[in-house]
């Protein structure tokens, strides 16, 4: 489903649970789920990208930055996920969106921009079109 072994998502072996609320940032490695509420950012450290699943009853106050993000919640605040993007049928997300690949179910809510974050190519140039010279 999401490619390469390197590409899979971390397995959830965090939780924030439902009636819970963290004020500040958190960071993370691995798989993270949330139920409760976070106000602050949430990232993904280390050297795999990351898994974050946010539960129906999750909302999130801040930025989000990590590989494989699955929301099901309310999201005020950018959301980046570098690798892979599921918007659930609950989920309400106020603010931009950057992702490599998307996947969004019927009823999901993005109020922001979408961004692709596709993978650059060194070797595109721009090329200049010049006018035919007539004789």
Same mark, same amino acid.
């Given at each position: 489903?999401? !490619? =390469?072994? =390197?590409?899979?998502? =971390?397995?959830?072996? $965090?939780?924030? !649970?439902?009636?819970? *609320?963290?004020?500040?940032?958190?960071?993370?490695?691995?798989? @993270?789920?949330?139920?409760?509420?976070?106000?602050?950012?949430?990232?993904?450290?280390?050297?795999?990208?990351? *898994?974050?699943? @946010? $539960?129906?009853?999750?909302?999130?106050?801040?930025?989000?930055?990590?590989? &494989?993000?699955?929301?099901?919640? *309310?999201? #005020?605040?950018?959301?980046?996920?570098?690798?892979?993007?599921?918007?659930?049928?609950? #989920?309400?997300?106020?603010?931009?969106?950057?992702?490599?690949?998307?996947?969004? &179910?019927?009823?999901?809510?993005?109020? !922001?921009?979408?961004? &692709?974050?596709?993978? *650059?190519?060194? #070797?595109?140039?721009?090329?200049?079109?010049?006018?035919?010279?007539? =004789?």
């Amino acid at each position: 489903m999401f !490619g =390469s072994k =390197s590409n899979k998502p =971390s397995p959830i072996d $965090s939780l924030i !649970g439902a009636g819970s *609320t963290i004020t500040g940032d958190v960071h993370f490695t691995g798989g @993270l789920r949330v139920d409760g509420c976070v106000i602050g950012n949430i990232k993904a450290v280390g050297e795999k990208p990351g *898994t974050l699943v @946010l $539960s129906e009853m999750a909302k999130v106050e801040g930025e989000i930055d990590v590989g &494989h993000v699955v929301v099901n919640g *309310t999201v #005020a605040g950018p959301v980046r996920a570098k690798e892979y993007l599921e918007l659930l049928p609950k #989920a309400r997300v106020t603010g931009d969106v950057s992702y490599k690949t998307i996947e969004i &179910h019927v009823g999901a809510i993005v109020m !922001g921009r979408m961004v &692709h974050e596709g993978e *650059t190519r060194q #070797a595109e140039k721009v090329l200049e079109f010049k006018p035919a010279v007539s =004789s």
